[in-house]
T-cell receptor, first 117, second 115 residues
């Protein structure tokens, strides 16, 4: 049972489209994360937000634009994507940011399967 | 920088047999270690984690893992698997001295349990 929801679950878009992925957590957490999961590759951390402030941008291309209006919601705005951006995009949250001394667990949503044509 | 290596991309095993999924990480002053499971069309679910203390960690669904600092390993084991354990398993490490909130994941191991 997960307290992290993601919509849509599946998305097909053209390279010129603009779309957004939404993540919502109902766990009262303060840190939220975007990951990209491509076939046969390790999960790649994209962005980290702590109390609505971005604390990590893992060299993500600017065609991916995150937004965190509050601690419960996280968006990933997509524009002019490339076919190689097709992947499963996972959102996660934790009570506090994973850092030295923190024992918190990251809880993951089911992901959005994105296909770029 | 931290890195995680899962030595087997696929592990086929018969039902009720024991299984070990291997994970090695690059050395650091202090690390936290995790195993996650991903069932088809679902997100990741935490199986267990090592933060400190006893090197043998017990998790959900009968899984356990042993932290071995000298060998920089955190192998996952289950004495008797079920068909329902068929899934993708990910080992991950967090740098205990870092403030970035970063988890580094391995490539994943597909466990295929056969009847």
């Amino acid at each position: 049972e997960t307290g992290v929801t993601q919509t849509p679950r599946h998305l097909v878009m053209g390279m010129t489209n603009k779309k957004s992925l939404k993540c919502e957590q109902h766990l009262g957490h303060n840190a939220m994360y975007w990951y990209k999961q491509s076939a046969k590759k390790p999960l790649e951390l994209m962005f980290v937000y702590n109390f609505k402030e971005q604390t990590e941008n893992n060299s993500v291309p600017s065609r991916f634009s995150p937004e965190c209006p509050n601690s419960s919601h996280l968006f990933l705005h997509l524009h002019t994507l490339q076919p190689e951006d097709s992947a499963l995009y996972l959102c996660a949250s934790s009570l506090t940011i994973l850092a030295g001394g923190s024992t918190d667990t990251q809880y993951f949503g089911p992901g959005t399967r994105l296909t770029v044509l | 920088a931290q890195s995680v290596t899962q030595l087997d991309s696929q592990v086929p095993v018969f039902e009720e047999a024991p299984v070990e999924l291997r994970c090695n990480y690059s050395s650091s002053v202090s690390v936290y270690l995790f195993w996650y499971v991903q069932y088809p069309n679902q997100g990741l679910q935490l199986l267990l984690k090592y933060l400190s203390g006893s090197t043998l960690v017990k998790g959900i669904n009968g899984f356990e893992a042993e932290f071995n600092k000298s060998q920089t390993s955190f192998h996952l084991r289950k004495p008797s698997v079920h068909i329902s354990d068929t899934a993708e398993y990910f080992c991950a490490v967090s740098d205990g001295s870092s403030n970035t909130g970063k988890l580094i994941f391995g490539q994943g191991t597909t466990l295929q349990v056969k009847p």
